[in-house]
Nanobody, 123 residues
Framework: QVQPVESGGGLVQAGGSLRLSCADSGGLFSNYGVGWFRQAPGKEREFVAAIAWNGGNTYYGDSVKGRFTISRDNAKDTVYLQMNSLKPEDTAIYSC????????????????WGQGTQVTVSS
């Protein structure tokens, strides 16, 4: 069974960068589309990015286009989210989700979710 585990969150100043990782302890990630969502206190969950099982297609939320990049290394069963030019409004808990159907990942209805990692951007 797919078991996403996020890491890489932390505190960074505005304009800085962080790289989040989502690793699958079940060793099955290479067969699944994977995405990132975020949720800030008092706000709805927001789609950030998604990537197809082979890395061939990527999708981004409007608020992160041009600043964030999603990638994957199937040999390591890991998906990455490189976040550059961070803003205070990027502060949120970032969670990864995996599903055999990429559409379900993008819609936020994927089957397998991680616990999340906190990202805090100070001004």
């Amino acid at each position: 069974q797919v078991q996403p585990v996020e890491s890489g969150g932390g505190l960074v100043q505005a304009g800085g960068s962080l790289r989040l990782s989502c690793a699958d302890s079940g060793g099955l990630f290479s067969n699944y589309g994977v995405g990132w969502f975020r949720q800030a206190p008092g706000k709805e969950r927001e789609f950030v990015a998604a990537i197809a099982w082979n890395g061939g297609n990527t999708y981004y939320g409007d608020s992160v286009k041009g600043r964030f990049t999603i990638s994957r290394d199937n040999a390591k069963d890991t998906v990455y989210l490189q976040m550059n030019s961070l803003k205070p409004e990027d502060t949120a808990i970032y969670s990864c989700v995996a599903d055999s159907l990429l559409a379900r990942v993008v819609q936020g209805t994927g089957d397998f979710w991680g616990q999340g990692t906190q990202v805090t951007v100070s001004s």
